[in-house]
DNA sequence: AACGGAACCTGAAAGC
DNA sequence: TGCTTTCAGGTTCCGT
């Protein structure tokens, strides 16, 4: 269940594993495969066999791998989607989806809740989810006047427009929540009430709570809290606990079918008189 | 145009 | 025990 993080972490791994490798086996399952004009799953597969990986890229939570002959496979993880090192001995994987093999590697793309995507395209051709996103979280930054001034035109809540990736690029459910209690800001708060010093905050920390989130998981194999490792988050995950700031019990909320969890002492509904 | 909600899919955990 | 409900770090589509 990958937000930024995750997928920079499954890009660096991804570059190590196969960048200036020549693809001799490739399998595509058409069950996440979408068309774009160069033929179905087990065409591009074709396509892809025999060329070599010349990039891994990514943007927001997108990847691209850059193949010889202006081709690309854009992949997105969705809710539970995971590339792995495998050998190219090794059964395939439960949920395998795609398997990718060098002369010497087998890297699978797993996927349970099959609501991720593999787009085979040129390389310059995206699909548009791609061209919409907004400037990256971590490569670009987040300016903190141009975030303020996109707001000011949102009327929905502050936290389901940090959903909305051609604001943001890279920020989901968990950062979102992190993002805004860093911030002081409650979630439920409309985007468009933000001040311009509350905008600065809540860029800072959009890029903290993406950092430190790649801080730990770089280089190590990906734990999610789902799967028993322990939540190093700060409020994601830990409603009832006291909050680290002030010890308030942090609450559960839920908007647009997603939770969000906050501090009830630190993150006001009303905003707080700035001191000047 | 922008919003809330349902839909897509599968399984684990909690609730009764 | 077993059945039902809720929940999961995402995106898209549909009706208002």
């Given amino acids: 269940m990958p937000e930024l993080p995750e997928v920079e972490v499954a890009r660096r791994n991804l570059e190590a594993w196969l960048r200036g490798a020549r693809l001799t086996r490739v399998e595509l399952s058409p069950r996440l495969f979408v068309m774009s ?9 074709q396509k892809m066999q025999g060329r070599v990986v010349r990039s891994v890229e990514r943007r927001g939570k997108w990847l691209r791998l850059v193949l010889d002959g202006e081709l690309a496979l854009f992949s997105h993880l969705g809710m539970t989607g995971k ?13 395998e989806r795609a398997r990718l093999d060098s002369a010497r590697r087998s890297v699978r793309y797993v996927d349970q809740r099959l609501f991720g995507t593999l787009q ?3 390389a310059d051709h995206a699909p548009a989810a791609w061209q919409a996103l907004g400037p990256d979280a971590l490569v670009d930054g987040v300016d903190a006047a141009r ?4 707001l000011a035109r949102i009327k929905r809540s502050i936290k389901e427009a940090l959903l909305d990736q ?29 001040s311009a010093a509350e905008a600065r905050e809540l860029a800072r920390g959009i890029e903290g709570s993406i950092r430190d989130a790649i801080r730990r998981g770089d280089g190590t194999e990906i734990v999610y ?25 942090l609450v559960r909320i839920v908007q647009a079918g997603r939770s969000t969890v906050l501090c009830p002492h630190c993150q006001p509904r009303r ?3 700035r001191a000047t």
């Avoid at 975030?147 to 996109?150: G, I, Q, S, T």
């Avoid at 988050?233 to 830990?238: Q, R």
Wanted: charged share 25%; glycine share 12%.
């Fill in 166 to 194: 051609t604001i943001v690029a890279g920020v989901g459910n968990i950062h979102a929540a992190e993002a805004l209690w860093r911030a002081r800001i409650h979630p439920e708060r409309p985007a468009s009430s933000l």
């Fill in 83 to 95: 590339w792995v090192l495998r050998r190219r001995a090794d059964p395939s994987q439960p949920y």
């Fill in 147 to 150: 975030l303020h001034e996109r």
């Fill in 271 to 273: 905003a707080a008189r």
């Fill in 37 to 45: 004009g160069l033929g179905g799953a087990r065409a591009f597969a």
């Fill in 120 to 122: 085979g395209a040129r």
């Fill in 225 to 249: 809290v789902e799967e028993g490792g322990d939540n190093p988050f700060d409020v994601y995950g830990k409603q009832g606990e006291p909050c680290p700031r002030c010890g308030t019990r």
